[in-house]
């Protein structure tokens, strides 16, 4: 069997969980790796894994099949262009480009030069959500009415993240709002935004909120609705459910064990997995492999430059209605 | 010890429950009831209790202290205003009247007479609920951000009600409105509602939604959210759910029983208690104990003609919310 | 409809519980109540319910039915027998009496006056239990092969209690040797009891352990084992847990509430219902209709001598196992 | 950092598993496999490890500090030996031998040496167990009283293996036996063991049992009981609960996942992971980290020679109660 070639641009904490993954895969080589920083490139070595100091050298690599992106948010639009020109199919992290210009530019390309572009929206893959997403494609909720996503993260990112990641919307809503598209399948119209600063009000003074709560609706009248939150004392929160003609599915957090402890202060459990590299560590291998699949023609694309797209257009809805707290219309947003 | 004379006024299953409960507690003693079903009248007697013909016998009935009203909706207001003229105590089952300007008006004459009148919102004394109303009061999760509350029927009215019940947001969504005010004790402010018809047609043709998200904001910026729908096929689902500053707490279903059966197929356990007079059977006795508590001087008013009101402003703005899809200041409601 | 004309005899904790579900019933009437202590007596009265001054009244009292016995136990042989002889049907409080020659005796008559008599296993009527055997006897487990009981008590009773109960095998243990047989039917062929003292020492001068694991075997050589102690920390815990070759089904402890509370220690819930008559509440209530049903003819007597009989042989058996150290067969128990 | 330099003997599905956990080791380098299999070469060739023919070869290899054995039983005792001879640090898998005089012997060489034995008892390792015994450690259930464990596989291994096993004690429960000793920190002095064939007959035609109930006591009186079977329908079944003085505390199943399905027939969710493998991946990683970690001086042997000895022991005395259907004393077991 012929191996795929891979390259890997960026090893912060999220391209080593890539190339980790990558590694167990029997079909696949890791062929090179390109990182600014001196101490990933010597992990890439410590591997075995040829290393070449820029993205330039990576895709001019001898025969890279496909190159996995995980560098900075600003750099991925250039990437994913570069990497179309040169022919190589594409990872790459989300977003796109906090520009819906620049984006549907990129998609433009992406189109023309046929590579696979598959965008890294990794709940998709969780075993909960694809659970929860079976369920339904399979009727067993009957017609979906209602899908309720609850998203808490278990600590808010410094104010410096936050001021160049677009926001609560374009950095964490995000992913519920490409998560409220993929498990019904369905796609939204319009969106009414609500937010608070409750959790630090530097946060606010940064021009942002840190708790909200949004309403989705599909273009079949029936509704989402999403509820946020920066900081969740007991950790990292991340459920889905959809309630349906038929029944209710749910997709709930994953503990750090079931372990259960009765006295007389009453029942106790564990806390979720408090970490999302820990939550979604499965995820991400079913992701990967879902990538290799792509290209082995096992099958199509789960998550394309369209399902990155219109979830940022998702976000821009969601902050235009924040700030004039009336419904917006995705249709507004150009 | 001397008893309180109760007199019940409408003995249908909610009457019924009332009475029974009643009859359960050493320091009352049911002197009369009223209903112009003669079945019902039977009932009474049957339990050696006197009967008579006329909500009006009843007022008049020697040393009644207090009124038990379980009629109609449309007799709501006019029972009370007559029991507080007579100077006897009321608890009244919601709503006190869908006319904003009546309640008003009855809740000028309950202040002027004195009376003691409590309002039937049941789910406030729920074990669940009361639970999380403690833990939220207690400081369990810190400064509360978020409200959640799931309600959802186990199959719709006939039409012919929802004609006259003032619609989802005022015979069903009404309980939700008064347990998002009750659970955190704050105040709403605006409302934003997104309804759809999904489960009966005729329900639309009726003017009314079946299934709904309802966003409320507090004074204090801080948010409730609500999803409901009419019908739901695995019976009766009713959650809240309060997130904070230092945790989360959770009201749940009650189960037919905690069986589980493990099988092949996976683990299986029962549904949720399907029938509301069931879900909420210790809730309504809790709350008659409780107004009985309120005339011997043992605890305030737990849920007063105030709130109410205000519950039906909620309602009121969330229809003009729907009708017009923006969101809705309380203080337009007029 | 006629109605059947019942007498109670002992107005203890339970004697009550089981007069308010009758009272609770249409075709019942309960004509006649008989109690040493006086305020019992008052608490009939107030309840408009005959009083008389001792069981014999009750016997001739006219026209009674059934006999509902909730009298201490060493009087339950003596007051059946009376019962039996006068040609009234009778449910009675297990056990039956300690002595096995002397149950034989008074089933024997109850044999010959074919009078119902039903024993007050309660436990058979919890909805957790009830579902566990509906599911064994339709098959959704397959074969059973392993049946495993926890039953452990909130506190231990006094000593007083413990020395003329004939000890924890006879007054607990013995509700679930009557679950091992009920929730398979099968019968037991052998039993290795071990036990200890290690909750109250006092207990242990008694001559009676208060933590104990008992091993059944069944007569086709499937095996059961429960666990008991006096005293859990925690409350009241009574699972059933019934393993086959299809499947598994457990009965679960009810709790307080459901609720749950998340907070940066973990997930929190709430205790098991603490007290017996609470956590039975249900189960009590279908016992009684169940014991009116069989005299209407509507079902056959669920719980008859000969299971209190079989019950009392098992707990024989295991004080003798528990003395010997070594597996007795029932056989050996005459 | 210099690395240590490990060995594997035996590349069979747990030998792959503790070489892929090693390698992700950053002070820990594989110098070299052995397995008679040339799959298995060519697997460790792949990643990139030295080969050599012979288990001797490997003794034989360059400074290696430790060796993993993964080869079947039989050789277990002797490759234990040479390898102490050679005074290379040894991590085997369970069970050292089924004959009790040479694992007597055996650890009398380790002891001689002074190397670290250290023996595959994973489950001590598994996130639920851990917890289960910390709060045991930590006095959070107070003084344990009784000790519970569930441990039914899936599906009964060939009738061939059972034949050179040992029989299911000596297999399959000497995993329990030592998470009873493990979970309390307590020594077992004595046996009572159940058992039949209800599985498939070919086991018990084999001279073994499928389907058990085992007794333990401990020396201090308190007791423990395993149940075990060969086969679950719904899977692969591990639970502990320690019961105390002051509360309990379960470990429980780990699911497929932790979504919910609510339809007309109830609510229903994923079954237990089905597979040793998959159920303790955990586990292994933490119990290899926990070798090395005793090579490094970070920790003690977590489980030695001597717990080997011991779960024997406990399995030789079942076997025994089993055939004499009598309580065994583990001083009977020579």
């Known amino acids: 069997m012929e191996k795929l070639r891979f390259a890997v641009a960026g090893l912060g904490r999220i391209g080593k969980i890539h190339l980790d993954n990558l590694l167990h895969m029997d079909n696949v080589k890791v062929v090179a ?8 490139m010597q992990y890439a070595k410590d591997l075995g894994i040829p290393t070449v100091a820029t993205y330039e050298d990576l895709l001019g690599y001898p025969e890279v099949d496909a190159i996995i992106i ?4 600003d750099t991925h639009a250039d990437y994913v262009e570069k990497a ?4 190589k199919h594409v990872f790459c992290e989300k977003p796109l480009d906090l520009n819906l210009k620049r984006v549907v530019e990129v998609l433009e390309i992406v189109e023309k030069t046929k590579i696979n572009l598959m965008i890294g929206f990794n709940r998709r893959f969780d075993p909960e959500f694809t659970k929860v997403k079976d369920a339904v494609k399979s009727g067993q909720v ?30 964490m809503t995000i992913h519920d709002f490409d998560m409220a598209r993929f498990v019904v399948g369905k796609e939204v119209n319009e969106v009414y935004a609500k937010g608070a600063v409750l959790v630090d009000e530097a946060i606010g003074k940064a021009g942002d909120i840190d708790t909200a709560i949004v309403t989705l609706t599909y273009v079949d009248g029936t509704m989402a609705v999403i509820d946020n939150s920066r900081e969740a004392a007991y950790g990292y929160d991340q459920r889905v459910e959809v309630f349906g003609s038929e029944g209710m599915v749910q997709g709930n957090n994953n503990l750090l064990n079931n372990h259960r402890l009765y006295n007389k202060d ?15 560590a499965q995820a991400y291998k079913t992701e990967m492999q879902s990538f290799v699949d792509t290209l082995t ?14 979830s940022l257009k998702i976000g821009l809805a969601a902050k235009k209605s924040l700030q004039e707290n009336r419904p917006v219309k995705l249709e507004e947003i150009k």
């Open 33 to 40: 790796v390109t990182d600014p920083q001196q101490k990933s």
């Open 70 to 73: 995980c560098t900075p948010t």
């Open 84 to 87: 179309a020109i040169a022919g």
């Open 142 to 171: 009957g017609e979906p009415h209602l899908v309720k996503i609850t998203s808490r993260d278990p600590g808010a990112p410094p104010v410096s993240y936050i001021e160049q990641s677009g926001g609560l919307f374009l950095d």
């Open 266 to 280: 009453g029942i106790h459990g564990a806390l979720p997995l408090h970490f999302f590299l820990e939550r979604y």
């Open 297 to 310: 023609g096992d099958c199509d694309i789960p998550v394309g430059g369209e399902d990155g797209l219109l």
